[in-house]
């Protein structure tokens, strides 16, 4: 029999004398020791699938995992699978899932106490694989990533405290303290005192056990409320548009590799807010309500919105944090009813000069009176890109503005609307050090060839986006090594609320070049040179990116 430490067999030096010795773990540590594994793991897994579920309704790293074992089951397993257990399949699937993290999970406890880090390695592989059927999701974002691992590193950091409490305990008992080991009761009353560090050992356990099962209910709850609210949104019929968008223009694509597509895809869309919980409005509890300076308040439902003439648009929306050459920007064909028509109902009283929107999570955004009642299309919108809004980007209502940064505008979970003066309220960011007014500025993109990219020699084609909006496109040029100014092709917009794209093939022997993109909108105003932080008002100056031609 090995006489060294539990976990680390041969590897430490004697022990000094007078310490006990330690002996190989007895059956009854390795019970714990597997115990520890399945605590340590499930907490991981319930603290992962909490954050995921705040962080985006629709991300559940155990359901990816679950779609990954789908797609690599052959098809006869499948389909044996399905006469097996019928409709109640994704059930047995996520049972047998649940039982074989178990196993593993005991296992990593187990050998984590034979040898120290043998159990964490094992939590890390199990991470990684969940890591990779995350990404292996077609639903991928980039916020699928820190759920996985947060349950990973839990997991591992939770496996080496709690096996190292039964390692104390072991050390401190010398040898298997009496009684059957999992019945604490018959151990407390046998003759031989229960060292301190056994107590300590079953407080550790018991306390992230206690974690684990509240995480996972807290989890549960939050996914069950999600999961209602998602299937509404599935089962909900959009109204066809009494003023469907303008079609797009033929050649409003450049067709060009690597240039932003010239409507977003909902799932690529930027997402910005401040909620840590997706706030999950069940639309038939949904009302928006406008007040302040009004002839008269309103209260409107979602069946009521839905009875409206509503329109739908083309709109380029972006984020004040855009940097120069940034991807918080995002085009989308929004379907609402114009805010404009709701105002007008309600009939702001003189004096008034802003909105202020207010989300079901108390998130504020003062926008100008006058932009919102002129004949621009701000949208109390309910659809994105023929669907009904993503939980994540304000289901079931928000106001998108035309030319608005959306911290002044693009309230998400609209449920109010107060009319008031700029000298009266403020909106969320503004006393946090952004400016009170967030006109976009004009700007524009170079998306290909990439910044540090090397292409080869010959004709090589720049493109990319620019937007001025509700104002429009003029002009696009670069420059090469701040040569004078070459005009770029400039594709036609949507609109000119939406962005534009434009290529343009230059001549390039080898060598380094640094190119530069300027817009220009419709009035002959060009964007502004002088480079600018994004803090208080957005960011300006021109996007600039370095190529190497090879030969
Ligand atoms: N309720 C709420 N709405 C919000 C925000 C927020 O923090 N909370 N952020 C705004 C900001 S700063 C931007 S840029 C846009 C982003 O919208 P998106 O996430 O749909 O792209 O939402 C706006 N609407
Ligand atoms: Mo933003």
């Excluded at 380094?512 to 008002?537: F, I, W």
Aim: hydrophobic residues 45%; aromatic residues 6%; neutral net charge.
């Amino acid at each position: 029999m090995n006489t060294s430490q539990p976990g680390r067999p041969g590897t430490l030096p004697d022990p000094a004398p007078g310490t006990p010795v330690p002996r190989r773990p007895e059956r009854h540590a390795t019970g714990w020791a597997a115990a520890a594994g399945v605590v340590a793991v499930g907490s991981g897994l319930a603290l992962g699938e909490l954050a995921a579920g705040l962080m985006s309704p629709s991300l559940s790293p155990v359901t990816a995992v679950g779609g990954a074992v789908i797609d690599v089951v052959p098809p006869g397993v499948k389909d044996w699978a399905i006469s097996l257990f019928g409709t109640a399949d994704k059930v047995a699937l996520l049972g047998g899932m649940g039982l074989a993290i178990a196993a593993l999970a005991a296992l990593s406890g187990i050998v984590e106490l034979r040898r120290r880090f043998a159990g964490v390695a094992v939590i890390a592989l199990f991470g990684v694989a969940g890591l990779v059927a995350v990404l292996g999701r077609a639903e991928l974002t980039a916020n699928a990533i820190p759920a996985p691992l947060l349950a990973a590193v839990v997991g591992m950091i939770l496996l080496r405290w709690l096996v190292g409490r039964l390692e104390d305990w072991q050390t401190e008992a010398g040898q298997p303290p009496a009684g059957p080991g999992p019945d604490a009761g018959a151990a407390e009353s046998a003759a031989p005192p229960a060292p301190p560090s056994r107590r300590r050992f079953f407080l550790a356990l018991g306390g992230t056990a206690a974690v684990a099962v509240v995480a996972g209910v807290l989890a549960a709850t939050f996914r069950g409320a999600a999961a209602v609210v998602s299937e509404l949104r599935s089962k909900l019929a959009l109204p066809v548009p009494a003023s469907p968008a303008p079609p797009i223009p033929a050649g409003a694509e450049v067709r060009l590799d690597g240039v932003g597509p010239l409507v977003t895809p909902n799932r690529d869309f930027y997402r910005i807010d401040t909620a840590l919980r997706v706030p999950v409005v069940d639309p038939d509890q949904w009302t928006l309500t406008v007040t302040g300076l009004v002839e008269r308040e309103i209260s409107l439902d979602f069946a009521a919105l839905l009875t409206k003439p509503l329109i739908e648009r083309h709109v380029t929306i972006a984020c004040v944090s855009n940097e120069v050459g940034g991807d918080l920007i995002g085009n989308a064909r929004w379907l609402g009813w114009p805010v404009r028509e709701l105002l007008a109902l309600a009939g702001p009283k003189d004096g008034a000069d802003m909105v202020l929107s207010r989300s079901t999570d108390g998130w504020t955004a003062g926008t100008p009176l006058e932009v919102l009642t002129d004949s621009r299309d701000a949208l109390l919108a309910v659809g994105m890109n023929g669907e009904p809004l993503p939980l994540e980007h304000g289901f079931p209502v928000r106001l998108i503005v035309p030319g608005l940064y959306g911290y002044v505008s693009a309230t998400k979970w609209v449920t109010g609307l107060k009319v008031t003066r700029f000298a009266d309220d403020v909106g969320y960011w503004t006393p946090r050090g952004w400016s009170e007014q967030g006109p976009i500025k004009t700007s524009s993109r170079i998306d290909v060839p990439r910044d540090g990219r090397s292409v080869s020699a010959g004709t090589v084609a720049f493109g990319g986006v620019a937007w001025a909006q509700h104002t429009g496109i003029g002009r696009v040029e670069l420059r090469v090594n701040r040569g004078g100014w070459l005009e770029a092709q400039l594709a036609p917009g949507i609109s000119k609320d939406t962005w534009y794209q434009w290529k343009l093939a230059l001549p390039l022997t080898p060598g380094r070049y640094e190119v530069q993109v300027r817009a220009t909108d419709l009035n002959g105003v060009a964007q502004v040179e002088d480079r600018a932080p994004v803090v208080p008002s957005g960011a300006t100056g021109f996007h600039t990116v370095r190529v190497d031609v090879k030969s």
